[in-house]
């Protein structure tokens, strides 16, 4: 049974920095791809970034190029996005997610890619 935990979660007031973890148990972490999702309130899920098995192959959603940053340590199971400069608008239940597979098809991710979910960890964004 595959289990995803994410942590790292919080209150943080804007412009400042918060990094999320994910570990991933019940599956060969080393080989599937991972991302990030968030919801805001009021609002439909949406893909943040996603990384592929070896990390070489990242996708971002324009609204964090530049201010996220996805990464993994496959030795430890566990997926991270470092969040810089953060927004108000950035107030969301962050979810980590994990693929069967080490890759997606398309230049970009999506939730079809990623068959397993966390339970999500919130992170807001004080004006």
């Known amino acids: 049974q595959v289990q995803v935990v994410e942590s790292g979660g919080g209150l943080v007031q804007a412009g400042g920095s918060l990094r999320l973890s994910c570990t991933v148990s019940?599956?060969?972490?080393?080989?599937?791809?991972a991302a990030w999702f968030r919801q805001a309130p009021g609002k439909e899920r949406e893909v943040v970034s996603c990384i592929s098995w070896s990390g070489g192959k990242t996708y971002y959603t324009d609204s964090v190029k530049g201010r996220f940053a996805i990464d993994r340590d496959n030795a430890k199971n566990t997926l991270y996005l470092q969040m810089r400069d953060l927004s108000p608008e950035d107030t969301a239940v962050y979810y980590c997610a994990a693929s069967r597979s080490g890759n997606w098809i398309y230049d970009a991710c999506s939730e079809t890619d990623f068959p397993f979910w966390g339970q999500g960890t919130q992170v807001t964004v004080s004006s």
């Open positions: 019940g599956t060969h972490f080393d080989h599937v791809a």
